[in-house]
């Protein structure tokens, strides 16, 4: 929620009317120069108690001029704004009351331009310590582009809807993709530091290698992204401010980054303000509305250590076989491993289907546990499948928790190989904790779904991410969680999609059990397609490394 309040009774309203340095009408052929700037300013939240504002920081500029086609306000802080209508909102971010000139710059045909400027107090009380504190780690720290992660570059829309503005949902770059092409490769050897100077202020510096990585909608040589030399040298200065934009807590720490000088975060996009998605010790998600177009946003992951091509794969450190299950005793799954979950009433997500431990759904065969969703009815259920787990048989914290996997297919099936916390039957769901290794949705084959949930995040709203995968119903395919007291990183065949970070106040640092099962429809499967017959998920095998 905002801190300030837009219509408040008093406001401070400074106006100061200028001439420039041309005549008033002086015209030169064509050539029409700016005259008479005005500028008004509005200081949000002022009251006899607060003078200088209410902590926000927040003041509104209009400035008119005869004759402006343009207006470029230069504040004192290193930022600088453009505005051809001359009205801009603005947030100041250092700490307490601070005085800064602003200076306005109203350009006319022809590039003529006149000039006024002015002192402005402005209170701001808005603090992040923590972020600080993670970017520098209390005194200098260098951060590099997650090239090893899907999504390390990624855009989507930025609208009025939440749930499309918190992921690049229309595009995520894979691992690595762009290394190997000198036109794109040097988005990786972008190094950003960040660092606090004598005075505890928040520095940036950008060491692009000498070449900077620009969005094809701010060059002229083609229509793709390219590398383009770039001096970016020289300290910038890092301002924090509340973040503006629609996401909820959940989605975002809601703490913005605004850069003095025009600076950037490696892959050039016209913005030089960035919210904070996630920050830890070690990891890093920004989101920034593009430069030229509002209605995109470009998020970027970066990481304190730099990935190497090739050595992307999940930890080495978890490498000692603890359980397994090969699936090579034919007949029921193995008791010692595995019961079932049975009946119906749509498991809390308006499933379909009636879970059985028939052998028509569940049975080891060929080396391979295969379970298979049937159209068949059961008492009441339209379709018949199987949910088996190793809960009170087999349970784990921590390790790498793998199964070697072929998806049902089929609009409507929704196979699912994941881990409920041990103690669910004490304090039931979302508190036991939740982690989903892969989840599938049959009416968009391919992608595969990594997600937690856990207090505060359940339902919809569990940290989420998607990988496209070629050919999961004909092929057999690797997928895995890496899970510590710090991350939990999923892959699909040893390439990671998804991190989230770990801590001691999730339920994820307990037991937890392993879940396979084929659900029909649902919230998340869909509709199921009416001439759905029947479809098998098969595995290869599960394993936990520890």
Known sequence: MKKYIKNIAIVLTVLFAFSSCHEDDNKFGDINSPSGIEVEAVILGVSDEFPDGDGSGKVDFVA?????????????????????????????????????TVTVLATGTAGVSSSMSFDINVFSNFKDQEAVDFLTGGGSKKWYFAANEVGHLGVGPNNDNTGENASPIWYSAQPFEKAGNPETACIYDNELTFSLDADGN??????????????????????????????????????????????????????????????????????????????????????????????????????????????????????ELVWADEFDVPGAPNPANWGYDLGAGGWGNGELQYYRDNAENVKVEGGFLKITA???????????????????KQNFTYGKVEARIKLPEGVGTWPAFWMLGSNFEQISWPGCGEIDIMEHKGYQPGIIHGTLHYPGFSGGGGPTQSTTVSNVSS????????????????????????????????????????????????????????????????????????
């Open 64 to 100: 008119k001029a005869k004759n402006a086609t343009n207006f470029k306000y230069i504040f004192s802080d290193g930022t600088e704004i453009n505005s051809p209508s001359g009205r801009i909102n603005k947030t100041f971010t250092q700490e307490g009351v601070v005085t800064y």
């Open 202 to 319: 928040l520095k940036f510096e950008l060491n692009n290698q000498g070449n900077t990585f620009y969005n094809a909608a701010f060059h002229s040589f083609g229509s793709s992204d390219l590398c383009l030399p770039l001096n970016t040298s020289g300290l910038k200065s890092v301002f924090l401010s509340p973040s503006e934009s629609i996401l909820t807590p959940e989605q975002s720490r809601k703490t913005a980054m605004t850069f003095s000088d025009s600076g950037f975060m490696g892959y050039y996009i016209g913005q030089s303000t960035y919210e904070i998605l996630e920050i830890t010790e070690n990891r890093m998600v920004v989101r920034a509305v593009m430069g030229n177009d509002p209605a995109l946003a470009w998020y970027h992951i970066f990481t304190t250590t730099k990935p190497v091509q090739g050595g992307g794969g999940p930890d080495e450190s978890f490498d």
């Open 374 to 392: 049937k159209k068949q009815t059961f008492s009441g259920s339209p379709y018949t499948s199987a949910r088996i787990k190793t809960q009170g």
């Open 475 to 546: 092929e057999f395919h690797n997928y895995s969680v890496v899970w510590s007291a710090t991350t939990i990183k999923f892959y699909v065949d040893d390439t990671l999609f998804h991190t989230f970070n770990n801590n001691g106040t999730t339920p994820f640092n307990n037991d937890f059990f392993i879940i396979l099962n084929v659900a029909m429809g649902g919230g998340f499967g869909g509709p199921v397609d009416p001439n759905f017959m029947q479809s098998t998920m098969e595995v290869d095998y599960v394993r936990v490394y520890q």
